[in-house]
Nanobody
Framework: QVQLVESGGGLVQAGGSLRLSCAASGSTFSNYGMGWFRQAPGKEREVVAAISGSGGTKYYADSVKGRFTIARDNAKSTVYLQMDSLKPEDTAVYYC???????????????????WGQGTQVTVSS
């Protein structure tokens, strides 16, 4: 069982930056691939980024490539999402999730994730 708690959301102007954090507890953190997802009002939840348990392989959705960076600190059991050059269309509730995977793999498939955080709101004003 893994418990996930996100933090770092808030209101920011377009072009600004935010860093989301997701603290994990309850199991060996490096055994889990981690992902960030988001859900905007009236839309389905979508993957934003994913990272392997080792931290060596990463995935980004096309919509955030070059603007967002996913990273993890296994010693702190925390995964981060650095969001730069934010746009109004990035407004959503952001969720982190954990998937039990081989150490060097990630997944962008929502159905593969076993544990989810409660979400943190990110609002980007124009």
């Amino acid at each position: 069982q893994v418990q996930l708690v996100e933090s770092g959301g808030g209101l920011v102007q377009a072009g600004g930056s935010l860093r989301l954090s997701c603290a994990a507890s309850g199991s060996t953190f490096s055994n889990y691939g981690m992902g960030w997802f988001r859900q905007a009002p009236g839309k389905e939840r979508e993957v934003v980024a994913a990272i392997s348990g080792s931290g060596g392989t990463k995935y980004y959705a096309d919509s955030v490539k070059g603007r967002f960076t996913i990273a993890r600190d296994n010693a702190k059991s925390t995964v981060y999402l650095q969001m730069d050059s934010l746009k109004p269309e990035d407004t959503a509730v952001y969720y982190c999730a954990a998937a039990r995977l081989q150490r060097y793999t990630y997944t962008y498939r929502e159905a593969s994730y076993d544990f989810w955080g409660q979400g943190t709101q990110v609002t980007v004003s124009s």
